[in-house]
C-alpha cells in the first residue's frame, strides 16, 4: 500500500490535471483525501508525488521565446481578446507550456499593451454587485439560450449557444453549441443528458418562459414530484425570470468579450463580401461544419479557465468568494451545504420516455452532408481559429464541384 500508488494511472492523471489547471496544493489535498482516500497525504507527502510523477507547475525548460511564440500565435486569433489567466491556462493545454501567470502577464504586457490594458478596464466595469441568496451547489441551477453569433433575428448563422451555471458556485455546469437553440426537445435532451451523468437533480431551476424551456421545465416538475427526498414541491422548483435577470447573463458577456466578438468579425466578413449565402442550405450546414468544432473547442478551454479561476470578493455579496470549481465540490468549506436531490435509474426512465427527449437526432448535419464534407475536410475541429474562413471558402468550393460533377455524371 505504501508504493502502489507509483503506478496508480488514475492518481498520476489527476495529479496532472490539478496541476495543470494551476490548482493549488492545499485543494489538490482536498480531492487527494476524497477521492484516493487509501493514501495518507499531507502537503509533504502531496510535493513529493507530484516531483515523483514529473509534475511541475513551472518548467525551468521553457524558453521566453517559446511563450512569446504561442501568445503570439493566439493573439492574431481567437485568444487576442482573452485575460492573462485564460491565456495562461490555453498555453497549458495547447501548448504544453508549463510557465507561471507572471510570465505570461508580462508576455502579453510586451507584446500588446493596450490590448491587456482595456481588458483589465473592461473587467473592472463589468462587475456588479450580486445580491443573490444560495443555500450550496445546485440549490439553484441558471440556464438560458445565447443567440449572438446567430446574427439578425437569430437566423443568419447556424450557431446557438446554450448553457447551464451554478448559481451559488459560478461553476458553469454544461455547454452547448448547436445550429438551433429554440426547440424544446433539444433543450431537454441536453438536460436531460447532464442529470444522467451528474444523477443529481438540482432543487431548483431558473430559465425563461420562452417556448423553448417548456419540455425542459416539466421535466424537473416531474422528477422533483418523484423523489422522495425532494423538500421542494413541484411548482417551486422551476422559477421563471427575464433572461437579463438570469445569472448566467452576466457570464455571457464575459464569453461574447473574450471570445465571440473574434468569431464575429469573420462571420461578418463572410456575409458582406457575399461569400456566404444565409438562405443556401449547403452553405449553412458547411458553416455550421467549420466552425460548430472550432467553437466547441475553444468554448471548452475557455469554461475550464472560468472554472478553475479565483472569482474575488464583491460588495454586498452574498455569494462565497474562491474557485468555483473548489466551491461546488466542497461546499462545507464556505459554509455552505450540497443541495439537490439524487435521481434513480428509474426515475430517469420514466422522464425521458414521457418527454420523448431521446428521439432528438444526435447530428446536426445530415448524415450524407456529414459524409461528403468530412472526406473533404478530415478532422475540422483541428482548424486554426484565424483560418476558418479559408476552411469555409475551400470546402464550399469543393463541394459545388462535386455536386456539379454529380449532375453532370446524370446527364450523360
Given amino acids: 500500500m505504501e508504493t502502489d500508488w507509483k503506478t496508480n494511472d488514475d492518481l498520476r492523471l489527476e495529479l496532472e490535471r490539478y496541476v495543470c489547471e494551476s490548482t493549488p496544493r492545499k485543494l489538490i489535498l482536498q480531492y487527494m483525501e476524497r477521492d484516493f482516500s487509501e493514501y495518507q497525504l499531507s502537503l509533504r507527502t502531496l510535493s513529493r508525488r507530484l516531483k515523483h510523477f514529473s509534475l511541475k507547475y513551472v518548467d525551468d525548460d521553457v524558453t521566453q521565446s517559446e511563450v512569446s511564440e504561442a501568445i503570439g500565435k493566439e493573439l492574431i486569433g481567437a485568444g487576442k481578446d482573452l485575460g492573462y489567466r485564460a ?15 507572471d510570465t505570461v502577464y ?5 507584446l500588446n499593451p493596450q490590448g491587456l490594458k482595456s481588458r483589465q478596464l473592461e473587467s473592472k466595469h463589468q462587475r456588479s454587485n450580486d445580491h443573490l441568496f444560495s443555500k450550496g451547489p445546485n440549490w439553484v441551477h441558471s440556464l438560458d439560450g445565447h443567440c449572438i453569433l446567430m446574427g439578425y433575428q437569430r437566423s443568419t ?3 446557438a449557444v446554450y448553457g447551464c451555471i451554478d448559481t451559488c458556485s459560478r461553476k458553469l455546469l454544461w455547454l452547448r453549441i448547436w445550429t438551433d437553440n429554440a426547440d424544446p426537445k433539444l433543450i431537454g435532451k441536453w438536460y436531460f443528458d447532464h442529470i444522467y451523468i451528474s444523477r443529481k437533480i438540482a432543487s431548483m431551476i431558473r430559465v ?15 422528477i422533483t414530484n418523484n423523489i422522495e427526498a425532494s423538500s421542494i414541491s413541484p411548482m417551486e422548483s422551476v ?18 468579450e473574450r471570445l465571440e466578438k473574434y468569431f464575429k468579425e469573420q462571420l461578418r466578413y463572410l456575409k458582406d463580401h457575399g461569400l456566404y449565402d444565409p438562405q443556401n442550405v449547403m452553405d449553412r450546414h458547411i458553416l455550421a461544419f467549420v466552425y460548430i468544432p472550432v467553437l466547441e473547442r475553444e468554448m471548452k478551454n475557455f469554461v475550464d479557465s472560468w472554472n478553475t479561476h479565483r472569482i474575488r470578493r ?10 468555483p470549481k473548489h466551491i461546488f465540490d466542497f461546499p462545507e468549506n464556505y459554509g455552505l451545504e450540497q443541495c439537490g436531490s439524487y435521481v434513480s435509474d428509474e426515475i430517469l426512465k420514466k422522464a425521458a420516455e414521457m418527454s420523448g427527449v431521446l428521439s432528438v437526432p444526435s447530428d446536426y448535419l445530415p448524415a450524407q452532408v456529414r459524409k461528403m464534407l468530412t472526406e473533404i475536410l478530415p478532422n475540422s475541429e483541428e482548424t486554426e481559429t484565424h483560418k476558418c474562413v479559408d476552411a469555409f471558402l475551400f470546402v464550399q468550393k469543393e463541394t459545388k464541384r462535386i455536386i456539379n460533377e454529380n449532375i453532370s455524371t446524370k446527364l450523360l
Fill in 87 to 101: 491565456m495562461h491556462r490555453k498555453i497549458r493545454d495547447i501548448y504544453g507550456l508549463n510557465v507561471s501567470r
Fill in 106 to 110: 508580462t508576455t502579453m504586457k510586451e
Fill in 157 to 159: 448563422f447556424p450557431l
Fill in 208 to 222: 425563461g418562459r420562452g417556448s423553448e424551456t417548456g419540455i425542459m421545465a416539466t421535466m424537473q416538475a416531474y
Fill in 239 to 256: 422559477i421563471y425570470r427575464k433572461s437579463t435577470s438570469n445569472q448566467i447573463e452576466r457570464w455571457w458577456r464575459e464569453l461574447h
Fill in 314 to 323: 464583491q460588495k454586498d455579496s452574498l455569494l462565497p468568494n474562491g474557485v
